[in-house]
């Protein structure tokens, strides 16, 4: 397999081995195929502590590896290593994640609705935005502040690929202070390796939020 390496700012291809495996029928069924319908009902309504405030809630899937999360209870679809990490996001009219950014590339296609998109270099001044919509895709620069919202008047899904990374061994995501305190007055917190410190009414919370927000439904 051809893996794409950068060095001193040029792209070389290099050879990446992969174990040939012998792969069942049942293995596929089992380990290697995500069923939309079975998906829906198994979102995390609280990925993050920006989730609980009003016009960032969203229900986060992962599909493969722990894409980004500061709720560490939950497993990926897939498990298998893939080099790469994916996940969706269903949001209603008006929401979607707050303003952040990553040390790693993030990139989006909407499968469904209409996306605004706005970003800029520093966490308290937005420089920049866009519309997108179905099948139309982004990618975003680590370091590049950014935030976006379902501009739909239904609800809408977006599929998200990242670049691969390991979680809970720092901050991640990085919040814009005025988040920060927005989510705290929720009782929600993140420590230094990005795990979500979580109220002691967090499991409610996290139904009320899977209610309103319909999941499990298209």
């Given at each position: ?37 079975e ?10 502590i ?9 229900i ?15 497993t ?33 296609l909407?499968?469904t ?13 937005i420089?920049?935005?866009?519309i ?49 305190k927005e989510?705290?007055?929720h ?11 979580k ?5 409610e919370l ?13």
């Open positions: 397999m051809l893996k794409i390496k950068k060095c001193e700012g040029e792209f070389l291809m290099t050879n990446q081995s992969k174990e040939k495996k012998v792969i069942t029928n049942e293995e596929m069924e089992n380990n290697w195929i995500v069923r939309f319908d998906l829906r009902p198994k979102g995390i309504p609280l990925m993050f920006d989730s609980i405030i009003p016009g960032h809630q969203r986060n899937y992962t599909l493969v590896g722990d894409t980004a999360s500061e709720n560490d209870n939950f990926p679809e897939i498990t298998e290593p893939h080099g790469f990490q994916i996940g969706m996001v269903k949001a209603p009219k008006g929401n979607g994640p707050a303003y952040h950014t990553h040390d790693y590339i993030e990139s989006f909407p499968l609705g209409k996306w605004r998109f706005y970003w800029g270099n520093s966490p308290d001044e420089e920049g935005e866009t997108i919509e179905q099948w139309d895709y982004i990618s975003l620069p680590p370091g590049l502040w950014r935030g976006f919202e379902n501009i739909s008047e239904e609800d809408a899904w977006l599929f998200a690929v990242l670049e691969q990374h390991e979680v809970f061994e720092g901050k991640d995501p990085y919040w814009s202070p005025k988040i920060i989510a705290a007055k009782g929600f917190h993140a420590d230094e390796l990005g795990k979500m410190i109220p002691d009414n967090f499991n996290e139904k009320e939020i899977a209610d309103k927000l319909k999941m499990g439904e298209k």
